[in-house]
Structure formats: structure tokens, C-alpha cells
């Protein structure tokens, strides 16, 4: 799927891909896709608390990913439930190590989004932390077309969306044209 999205796009615009979480087989799943040119890979950090060697182990990844491909941090907003870093530590380390892009999101997909788990006085900081640092934020996180008012004053670099653009509103819908469309014109206006 991945290489035929690369053909249709034809370095158009940036392409990712989400692997799963990481884990110390992360490379190893993912061989096929280290070898395509995508602009971004991301590993979720669901798993890892805040035990001190997560941070390594994505670095010992970064130095085995193609040049041009960046690993993407992922800040998960419900962290205690992922069993992940807080977004504060994840944020510290994209400055610290110069991480070319930062996503924030909702590990659990069970209808809260991402300002449910992340209140936005404190989103805003982190996003201005990274800003300063000159570090590209996605924003995605079960989000809803209502809540982009709120998102879009942060200027975030990209507004990542699934179930929000397919049938029903779910991530197993396929992707539907008006609700595509509501969301083009909402982050135009």
C-alpha cells in the first residue's frame, strides 16, 4: 500500500508512515518500508513509562533509518493509560536531539480526543516549547472538525486526521468525499 501511495504522490508532498508501536523488533518488522523514500517514519512509545532507555533506543533506530527519512516523537495525550513518556519528556527530547517532527495523539481510540486527554493551556506550551525549537507538530488525536478552531490558532504544521474523514466517522470506514471536504474548507478558512 505504502509504495503505491509513493507512486501516485511522485514527491509531490511528504509521505509517512505509521509502524505500529516500537519495540526491540521495530527495525526488523518494518525492513520493507526502511527501504522506501518516505519523508517520516512513526513508532508510538505505548509500553515504555518512563523508564530511562526509551530514549536510546529511539536514537540507535534514528542512526539505521535511510537518509531523508526522519522518525517521527509521538507525544501520547492519554500517556498513563499508554504506559508511554509524558508528553513533557518527549518534548524535552525532540529539543534536546533535534527530532525533525513531533506528533501529538491519543494512544486509546475510544471516542476522547485529543483535548480530552491533553487540556489546551498545556498543549499550547508544548507546542510553543517545540516552535521555539524550530520542530514541526502534527496534531492528531481523535480530532474533531469542531475543536479545529481551537487547534488552528497553535499553527501546527499538519492536522492529522482518520476516522474524522471516513464513513461514520470511524477509522474502519473508508474515506468519504464530503467529510474531506468539510475539513479542506475548515483549514482554509
Known amino acids: ?8 504522490v511522485d514527491g509531490a508532498v511528504p509521505v509517512s508512515a505509521a509502524l505500529g508501536e516500537w ?17 517520516f517514519l512513526k513508532w508510538g512509545l505505548a509500553g515504555y513509562g518512563n523508564s530511562p ?3 536510546e533506543d529511539l536514537l540507535d533506530t534514528r542512526r539505521h533509518i535511510r537518509t531523508g527519512t526522519e522518525v517521527v516523537l509521538v507525544a501520547y495525550a492519554d500517556w498513563e493509560k499508554a ?19 513531533v506528533l501529538f495523539d491519543t494512544f486509546y481510540k475510544d471516542g476522547k480526543t485529543l483535548l480530552d486527554a491533553l487540556p489546551l493551556p498545556e498543549l499550547t506550551e508544548l507546542l510553543a516549547s517545540l516552535k521555539k525549537s524550530g520542530i514541526p507538530v502534527a496534531l492528531g488525536g481523535s480530532l474533531k472538525l469542531e475543536q ?10 499538519w492536522i492529522a486526521v482518520r476516522g474524522a474523514v471516513c464513513a ?20 482554509a478558512a
Open 23 to 39: 519495540s526491540p523488533d521495530a527495525l526488523n518488522e518494518a525492513h520493507w518500508h526502511l527501504e522506501l523514500p518516505v519523508q
Open 83 to 101: 504506559k508511554s513518556p509524558p508528553p513533557l519528556e518527549v518534548v524535552k527530547f525532540a529539543r534536546r536531539f533535534r527530532y525533525k517532527a
Open 1 to 8: 500500500m505504502l509504495a503505491a501511495v509513493l507512486a501516485v
Open 168 to 187: 461514520g466517522g470511524t477509522r474502519e470506514g473508508m474515506l468519504d468525499p464530503v467529510r474531506i471536504q468539510k475539513w479542506k474548507a475548515a483549514l
Open 148 to 157: 479545529l478552531k481551537q487547534l488552528k490558532p497553535l499553527a501546527p504544521d
Open 53 to 55: 532507555g526509551w530514549g
